[in-house]
């Protein structure tokens, strides 16, 4: 086979995963490993605060129930994308990426509103533990959303360039994969964190 | 470099012994320590006896199927042996776990607080420690510190009896170490570790912080004195009098105690 | 001996211009930064690591120097400190990892059949950033004031960095951000080379090599990488958390608000014991493969080897407490990681009896490869042992921070892994070359090192044991230490001396080597079917690989007595002419150097950060202005590098078409 080399686009693999996808997989991998010690940080550390503010003071479960929703929700939007992208559809891609990524930013949106709150409440990052341990797991959970939302833009903007085609879904497959695994953290992250009560 | 080299010269020659320190762990003046050695030899038997039989085999490989010019045949092909793999596996694993039962057994007996011990606090600063020790009254009385130009009046131990120290510092990680009495423990800040030491001989045995802790690490030493149970107590009696005027005074508040409180 | 002939030499130059001539259109200097190919992209982690050996090298001299003789002020306290710092993080993180990235580099695609990487950008990409990361640390030294007076600026908090020691209120000053970020940038690269090597074994095997059909050096790879994408993002968050509370004010390891030092010791061995796997594992790879071909017969217990090095992989997650068997974690936690780590021994041993047996009744080819590689075992064993010993927990309360452990970590990790990576360079030389290393100056650069490194290790097992604490920049008169410190100072440089001879070997063969053929050595394995040095397609026809040592049976087959017979010339279908013919017609990944854009980025960021919240007050001539005003367009300057090289990465095809 004297072919050249792509990044494992249409070569056969051993595997049968095209090289790319293996590689999110792995990555993902990796990143679970990442957010599973600031978790594990955050559960040492939780009810070991010796001062507050403290979480079921500023906790409003409502409205981070609602956000949590608006980035399932955009897990949906994101796989209508891929199956528009899939049957040839690339305006409905574009539509739903965009999508995807509004309501991706809205959930951004609804962090910043709410660490907000906190903030006003008296929590900083060197309030506490609790301030400490929060802040730096949801702040590393919201960088890669918005490093999501510009994966997102970006191929919504290579589309309108005629770089995106259905003989290749994979980049926006691969995205899509990004895009729950962030999302499944969040429900992770959720469930440990908001919902989970503390002993004290 | 030469400096080293000839005074390595000069050590071997001086009559000094190489063997000696008053750090030496395979020294030990008390019961810990001599523990901890047993258990050592115990496992050092078992690997120089690996450690021969894996280098010298090498060695005797090397002489005896070396490549000789004029016998250039090529050597049978043997791809494995799974009963020698089977073996070479069992063995060591029931070798090496026959060692748990002496390690749970040292861990838990170490760890415990023994039940005749009398208590002493163990402080650690940057660069010194100071020990605290309970008076008659039930007090803690302390001891001066010491520094890296002072080694201080030292830890005070009666012969012969189990001792419980609880370690506290005040600012970083330190590692209270004093080798021919006993293994180390960390002294870690925000909580309170504790191990048991014992002296059998009558003696000043060197100790030092064995956890790095910055610029002065290295001066970071102290010493225990294995004393007679007169001499601890009349050690103690003197620090209660220095640090209530007269014998006998008990105007001070009761129950204080200085870096114990977290755990 | 095999029915080859011995082709026309191809000089390192003649190499190139047949790289050249196959797709690649740069020249010099700008076709290194630009290069996309495995096998440059490995003799430059070599170059590296390499560079950095020898300066983690000289750090340790002068702790040698210093050590030498009781009492001694040679280095005081703070350069002392520092200069241990460095030796021991450069040579973890800027020599052992990247020299084994080198070989990954070099020999994995050809092991298996591939023309290059999966990502050969991403590749580019990994080194560049190790170099950034390397050249950010090393910095470092000279921004504590006046170098020349002996004030520097590296890091001082061991390589291990243990809180509250290295936050700001113990560690003022810089050293400890250059050292947090540093490691932060390595990491990247790490991972970037892992998961290219995890993707490049798994999907881009010739036809017919099964994972079971590999060589072991190729799984031992596969197993390293695993191990990386898991620990490094374990220590990266580590390293995180005590940027954030250095600079930021954050509490994880903040006493007084309820943190613990111990989370930062848990999670940095959680990325440490692996590490130290990661650190091995590649020479034991290599070992794996010298030791066959040197001894004329095939690794003994092929599948029992391989599954040890995986089981080694799964079992290092299991023992990392055994750093913090003194922390007080109690009778329960000592006793679980005392009995995991008495089991890993387990698979340790089988490699080595394994290898023991490859040894057994073959015919030994006694040169400088071989020499490295059975010292290897015999220096691995040594300082195994005393790991068993270490696991007896109640014992290492005394061993524990003491040189009897530095002991140990020497013996396996420079008498282990770097023996290894020397053997390797020995062996894979010719490959890449075309000229063999002298013989005579390998031998005496072996044995200036194995007699130096025994000499400056074995007398730190006695001094340990004798109560000699680590990380002490002096130790007092009449402590009974000063002969062996003085024995190990003069076996450290008989090591340096063994270095130099090395390096001299290496330029001299380099330039007037004997020539060597595509298969000097009688190997086993895929990269010797192709030219010396190879191709910048490597193989002309991907192999069709139809056994475990293939290229051994197309020159072999066995007699009744399983002795191996040449195979006649000509009857065998061995590739090895077509490696002569052009190779037209194949198309390599272009270079592109939109990865050496990308990494660079990251240093710039990297130095922003170190000083992000430095308040002290610069350029009092241009009318002043404090130091982190500058650092935030600094970071943002370093991410807009990044982000465009990333998008001219993303934007540009992999392949001219």
Request: proline letters at 5%.
């Amino acid at each position: 086979m004297a072919h050249a080399l792509p990044a494992g686009g249409h070569l056969e693999t051993n595997t049968g995963l095209d090289n790319r996808k293996l590689l999110m997989w792995l990555f993902l991998g990796s990143d679970c490993l990442f957010f599973g010690s600031l978790i594990s940080a955050y559960l040492l550390y939780r009810d070991r605060s010796v001062v507050g503010p403290y979480p079921s003071e500023l906790y409003d479960i409502p409205f981070t129930s609602v956000s949590s929703f608006v980035l399932l929700m955009s897990s949906f939007s994101m796989v209508l994308g891929l199956s528009a992208l899939q049957r040839g559809n690339i305006r409905g891609m574009r539509i739903w990426l965009s999508c995807t990524a509004f309501l991706g930013v809205l959930f951004l949106g609804g962090q910043a509103f709410e660490f907000t709150e906190f903030y006003r409440e008296g929590l900083t990052l060197h309030q506490n533990l609790f301030g400490t341990t929060f802040f730096v797991l949801t702040g590393f959970h919201g960088a890669h959303v918005s490093v999501g939302v510009l994966i997102l833009l970006s191929i919504v903007a290579s589309s309108f360039r005629g770089r995106v085609s259905s003989d290749d879904p994979l980049p926006v497959e691969i995205a899509g994969l990004y895009w729950h695994f962030v999302d499944i953290v969040w429900i992770i992250i959720f469930t440990l964190v908001y919902l989970v009560e503390p002993t004290s | 470099m030469v400096a080293g080299l000839l005074g390595g010269l000069a050590f071997l020659f001086s009559g000094c012994s190489i063997f000696s320190s008053p750090q030496n762990t395979f020294a030990p003046a008390g019961e810990v320590a001599e523990d901890q050695r047993s258990l050592f030899m115990l496992t050092m038997w078992f690997a120089l006896a690996i450690m021969i039989f894996v280098e010298g085999g090498l060695v005797a490989m090397m002489i005896v199927f070396r490549k000789r010019k004029g016998h250039e045949a090529l050597p049978k092909q043997v791809h494995g042996n799974n009963a020698l793999e089977l073996g070479w596996t069992i063995a060591p694993a029931l070798l090496l776990l026959a060692f748990v039962p002496f390690v749970v057994g040292g861990i838990v007996e170490l760890g415990n607080t023994p039940k005749d011990a009398i208590t002493v606090e163990v402080n650690a600063f940057r660069f010194g420690w100071y020990f605290g020790y309970q008076a008659p009254d039930g007090t803690l009385v302390e001891g001066d510190p010491s520094s890296v130009s002072d080694p201080g009046p030292g830890l005070y131990v009666p012969l012969g009896k189990k001792v419980e120290l609880r370690l506290h510092s005040v600012d970083v990680i330190h590692s209270f170490w004093v080798p021919k009495l006993a293994g180390k423990t960390d002294v870690i800040p925000g909580r309170t570790n504790h191990m048991w030491i014992k002296g059998d001989k009558l003696g000043d045995y060197a100790g030092q912080c064995a956890e790095f802790c910055g610029l002065s690490h290295s001066q970071m030493r102290f010493h225990v004195k294995v004393v007679t149970q007169a001499e601890y107590d009349q050690y103690v009696q003197g620090l209660v009098t220095a640090r209530d005027g007269s014998p006998g005074n008990d105007e001070l508040a009761s129950g204080q105690t200085s870096g114990g409180s977290g755990e | 001996m095999a029915a080859t002939s011995i082709p026309k030499r191809m000089s390192f130059p003649q190499a190139m211009r047949e790289a050249r001539a196959a797709g690649a259109t740069y020249q010099g200097i700008w076709s290194w930064l630009t290069t996309v190919d495995h096998k440059r992209i490995g003799i430059m982690y070599g170059a590296a690591a390499f560079f950095f050996f020898v300066v983690g090298g000289v750090e340790a001299l002068l702790i040698r120097v210093q050590l030498a003789a009781p009492e001694q002020s040679f280095l005081n306290p703070d350069q002392y400190n520092r200069i241990f710092t460095m030796h021991g993080t450069t040579m973890v993180f800027l020599v052992v990892m990247p020299m084994s990235a080198a070989f990954f580099n070099l020999l994995v695609p050809l092991m298996i059949g591939a023309r290059d990487v999966a990502f050969p950008r991403m590749n580019a990409f990994s080194f560049w950033v190790f170099m950034g990361g390397g050249i950010l640390l090393n910095a470092s030294f000279f921004t504590g004031g006046n170098v020349f007076a002996g004030e520097l600026g590296a890091p001082d908090g061991g390589w291990f960095g243990y809180a509250p020691l290295t936050l700001k209120q113990y560690s003022g000053g810089h050293g400890i951000d250059y050292w947090v970020i540093g490691l932060q940038i390595l990491g990247i690269a790490s991972l970037a080379g892992a998961f290219n090597f995890i993707v490049t074994i798994l999907n881009m095997r010739a036809p017919g090599m099964t994972l079971f059909r590999m060589p072991v050096f190729v799984w031992m790879t596969l197993v390293t990488s695993f191990l990386l994408i898991f620990a490094i993002p374990v220590i990266s968050v580590a390293l995180f958390q005590l940027t954030f509370d250095r600079a930021f004010g954050a509490n994880f390891f903040n006493v007084s608000a309820g943190g613990t030092p111990l989370l930062w010791q848990h999670m940095f061995w959680l990325f440490g014991h692996p590490e130290v796997y990661i650190l091995i594992l590649p020479a034991m790879g290599i070992v794996s493969e010298i030791l066959p071909v040197f001894s004329r017969k095939p690794l003994f217990g092929y599948p029992f080897v391989v599954f040890s090095g995986v089981a080694i992989g799964f079992m290092s997650w299991g023992v990392w407490a055994h750093h913090m068997y003194t922390t007080g974690l109690g009778s329960v936690a000592n006793s679980a990681f005392g009995i995991s780590t008495i089991l890993i021994a387990i698979p340790t041993g089988i490699k080595i009896f394994n290898w023991m047996a490859t040894m057994f009744g073959g015919t030994l080819n006694l040169k400088t490869p071989f020499y490295f590689s059975v010292g290897f075992i015999a220096m691995f064993t040594i300082g195994g042992l005393t790991g068993v010993t270490h696991s007896i927990v109640p014992s290492d309360y005394q061993q524990q921070d003491t040189y009897y452990i530095v002991a140990h970590f020497h013996q396996v990790l420079f008498g282990g892994a770097i023996f290894g990576l020397f053997g390797g360079a020995y062996y894979w030389f010719p490959k890449f070359t075309g000229k063999l290393m002298n013989e005579t100056l390998g031998m005496i650069n072996f044995w200036l090192i194995f007699i130096g490194f025994n000499l400056t290790f074995q007398p730190m097992m006695v001094a340990g044991l004798m109560g000699m604490p680590r990380r002490i920049h002096t130790y007092p008169s009449d402590y009974g230490w000063e002969f062996w410190n003085a024995m190990a100072t003069v076996g450290a440089f008989t090591i340096a001396l063994g270095v130099l001879v090395f390096m001299v070997n290496f330029v001299l063969s380099m330039r007037k080597g004997e020539a060597a053929s595509d298969d000097p050595w009688d190997g086993r394995t895929l990269e010797w079917t192709i030219p010396s040095p190879p191709p910048a397609y490597n193989f002309a026809e991907i192999p069709h690989v139809h056994s475990l040592d293939d290229f051994w049976h197309k020159k072999y087959t066995e007699d009744r007595d399983g002795r191996p017979v040449p195979v006649p010339a000509g009857a065998s279908d061995t590739s090895h002419g077509d490696g002569h013919a052009g190779g037209h017609g194949i198309h390599l990944p272009s270079p592109s150097i939109m990865p050496l854009i990308a990494a660079v980025g990251f240093p710039i960021i990297g130095l922003g950060l170190v000083y992000v919240n430095d308040t002290s007050e610069v350029w009092s001539w241009l009318g002043g202005g404090s130091l982190y005003l500058l650092m935030r367009p600094l970071i943002a300057v370093g991410a807009a590098i990044m982000v465009v090289g990333l998008y001219g990465w993303a934007l540009e095809p992999a392949t001219e078409e």
